[in-house]
């Protein structure tokens, strides 16, 4: 029996709110909108980037949507190869994906960062190679659309039965409904652990051993 674990990247692996926001702000500016508030910014956070925006900015027209899209890309592109973008692994997450290898799970990722972005990041903290799948919004619709977790399963090998989906926002526990894969969720994230338990998570982790005890339970 095949078994695989799919983690959202940002707030569930790592901690990218800060550049995120900071991105946003410059992205918002270039488009010459108003700044908008971090607080939304971060519950944006795992939808695919043109989504985001459209909630974001609901009366900006077409125009400066696409200014401000461009420019979130080029920003965060700039501060990836001056070396000063900071996504902090959240403490123990390296150690939990070592331990759940060895104990025989296959693990993804599905996440609303680009292709580009997700490989730099699971290469800057040298945990790429421990990923089977991974799925971006660059080659599927934003979450919560089952999109990313059905070609994940399908990567894996795996049936929705045996798979868990890891997340801390309300889309990724929507998406893992969607596609019949058991959702937990993690209290570190963007969301609030009512808001996850609401939508239909088996459970909210506030520490990395209660994450794997789910994961295994």
Known sequence: ???????????????????????????FAAAKLPAPDRN???????????????LLAPDADEE?????LEAYKS?????RMSGTLEEPLYDGMAALIERLAEAGWLLGVATGKS????????????I???????QT????PSKPHPAMLEEALGEAGAEAAN?????????????????????????WGYHEPRELIAAGAVGVAQTMEELEDLING
């Open 64 to 68: 400066k949507h696409a200014v401000a």
């Open 1 to 27: 029996m095949t078994r695989v674990v799919i983690f959202d990247c940002d707030g569930t692996l790592v901690d990218g709110q800060a550049a995120i926001c900071d991105t946003m702000d410059e992205a």
């Open 40 to 54: 939304e910014v971060r519950r944006m956070v795992g939808l695919s980037l043109p989504q985001a925006l459209r």
């Open 137 to 140: 919004a660059d080659r599927h």
């Open 163 to 187: 798979a868990v989906m890891i997340g801390d926002t309300t889309f990724d526990i929507e998406m893992a409904r969607a596609a019949g894969v058991r959702a937990i969720g993690v209290a």
């Open 128 to 134: 790429k190679h421990r990923f089977v799948t991974l």
């Open 75 to 79: 920003g965060y592109r700039e501060r």
């Open 115 to 126: 292709d580009r972005g997700l490989h730099a990041c699971l290469d800057t903290h040298g």
